[in-house]
């Protein structure tokens, strides 16, 4: 028995021993397991924070692959856009969690200094996102705004001479064909990529003829030369051969974008005192808007071509935009004023040739600014006429009213009232004008919710002071 004892004694001891052995054995390998991911999270983190926006689009797929293990953490917009570190340049992909040579680990921590140091030697403009930066070169702007005068590459001089047989038919529908000059000339903003809009405008209210009363119009498109003149190959060629074809081009020597739209302004209106001095009035505007020529006609009736006339869709006090991310953004520098002079929505207005006229000596006098619609509001306010608001001038399109949610906008018998409409598509322009020009189009009888007639609503209010308005005046057609 006490032998047996001593053995299970001995035996005990030895059982111990190996458990303490192998717990510690436990407690080392959890140790250095831990310690190797103490190592393991700095490294994850320096890739993480090394792969800004810039490095992610320069290293591409093989980065997006790379870090398939930290989608979830964004990379911050507001830092600087740093190189890529060294260890981010290998293509291959991230190793399992074990701790990472020595020589590697002190690499990383010297990248991770490196990076702190050029956070704090940073430019400030680099770290500002690109939504906030502004969209144009102002600086470059105000620089070169003195250099309006440009040279007119494809000319339209016969454009306003009208003689022969059309000034015998103009003296038989009432009109004396004494002036060479059409009636009324309309003016369309294009690019030399928008060749479609062009054709449909062409083809349906831009069309050249005699209308109501045997009155003369005209049509001739604005141009500048493209800024990306590799994205349309052959521009000058479709430039002249287009010209050769319609006869209704006037492109000039200046880059075609959005805030050379005043050089466009100035350039036609100078075109107009020189070529169509006679014109009776004038309709300008977009390539992209519907317009009731017919309407306009009969608005005009009455008025009297040698006196000042503006009408369209008035922005009165306005405020210039400071958003850096608008497309109408315009700093203080450009312009400290707190309200623009009213102005008409570029969309489409109408003029007299007298007030076009006045407009070429005027516009030659005031500063040039960005926005062509504000600029022509200032060189309205030099010359002293204040632009009339018309309610069928939508220039801002027809949003649906609350008050009438059945009611289609795009309606034929509603467009049949209205001047003009932006914002429509080709599709959308070619077919509105064969529904208005439909015989079988019919307006009466139709079935209301309402008992009353619906009315639009005029969002703009009425005009400041004495301005004359021509909302009071029955101008639409009835029907």
Same mark, same amino acid.
């Given at each position: 028995m006490v032998t047996l004892r001593r053995i299970l004694h001995v035996k005990a001891d030895v059982l111990c021993t190996m458990l303490l052995l192998v717990l510690?054995? @436990? @407690?080392?390998?959890?140790? /250095? *397991?831990v310690l190797s991911s103490g190592w393991d999270m700095p490294v994850w983190k320096l890739e993480i924070h090394g792969s800004t926006s810039s490095s992610r689009t320069l290293l591409g797929a093989s980065r997006a692959k790379a870090g398939q293990e930290s989608?979830?953490? +964004? =990379?911050?917009?507001? $830092? +600087? #856009?740093l190189p890529p570190c060294k260890p981010q340049s290998k293509s291959k992909p991230p190793q399992s969690k074990v701790k990472p040579p020595q020589s590697k680990v002190k690499r990383q921590v010297?990248?991770?200094?490196? =990076?702190?140091?050029?956070r704090k030697n940073a430019v400030p403009t680099a770290s500002k996102p690109l939504p906030t930066l502004p969209p144009f070169d102002f600086d470059g702007y105000l620089r070169e705004k003195d250099n309006r005068n440009f040279k007119l590459l494809i000319d339209q001089p016969e454009k306003c001479h009208i003689g022969g047989a059309e000034e015998e038919e103009e003296g038989e529908g009432g009109i004396k064909g004494t002036s060479t000059a059409p009636y009324m000339l309309i003016a369309v903003k294009s690019i030399p990529a928008d060749f479609d809009k062009r054709q449909v405008v062409r083809r349906t209210w831009g069309k050249e003829g005699l209308f109501q009363n045997g009155v003369s119009i005209r049509t001739v498109f604005l141009l500048g030369v493209p800024r990306n003149r590799t994205a349309l190959p052959l521009w000058d060629r479709l430039m002249t051969y287009e010209s050769q074809t319609f006869g209704d081009i006037l492109l000039w020597d200046f880059e075609d974008t959005f805030f050379n739209l005043t050089l466009k302004e100035t350039h036609f209106l100078k075109w107009v005192n020189s070529s169509c001095p006679h014109v009776k009035f004038i309709f300008k505007g977009d390539a992209d808007v519907? *317009?009731? *020529?017919?309407? %306009?006609? $009969?608005? @005009?009736?009455?008025?009297?071509?040698? /006196?000042?006339l503006f009408v369209g869709d008035i922005i009165i006090h306005a405020k210039p935009i400071r958003r850096r991310n608008s497309k109408y953004f315009v700093p203080e520098f450009v312009y400290g004023g707190g309200l623009y002079p009213n102005y008409a929505g570029g969309g489409g207005f109408v003029m007299s040739g007298h007030t076009a006229r006045r407009l070429s000596s005027a516009c030659q006098q005031v500063e040039l600014f960005p926005i062509d619609d504000v600029f022509l509001g200032m060189c309205l306010q030099l010359i002293g006429v204040k632009p009339s608001r018309h309610q069928g001038f939508r220039t801002f399109g027809i949003p649906r009213p609350s008050a009438a949610p059945h009611l289609q906008t795009f309606d034929p018998c509603f467009y049949r009232e209205l001047m003009v409409v932006h914002s429509l598509s080709v599709p959308q322009i070619w077919l509105?004008?064969?529904? @208005?020009?439909? +015989?079988?189009? =019919?307006? #009466?009888?139709? &079935?209301? /919710? &309402? =008992?009353? +007639?619906?009315?639009?609503?005029?969002?703009?209010?009425? &005009?400041?002071?004495?301005?004359?308005?021509?909302?009071?005046? /029955?101008?639409? %057609? &009835?029907?």
């Open positions: 510690f054995c @436990l @407690l080392l390998y959890a140790h /250095q *397991v989608p979830g953490i +964004p =990379s911050n917009p507001s $830092e +600087p #856009h010297k990248s991770k200094g490196n =990076s702190k140091s050029l519907y *317009v009731n *020529v017919e309407n %306009i006609l $009969e608005m @005009l009736q009455g008025q009297k071509s040698d /006196q000042d509105m004008w064969n529904l @208005l020009h439909d +015989p079988r189009l =019919s307006c #009466h009888n139709r &079935t209301r /919710q &309402t =008992s009353w +007639p619906f009315k639009w609503k005029d969002k703009m209010g009425e &005009t400041a002071g004495e301005e004359k308005d021509y909302v009071d005046k /029955q101008v639409f %057609i &009835t029907h």
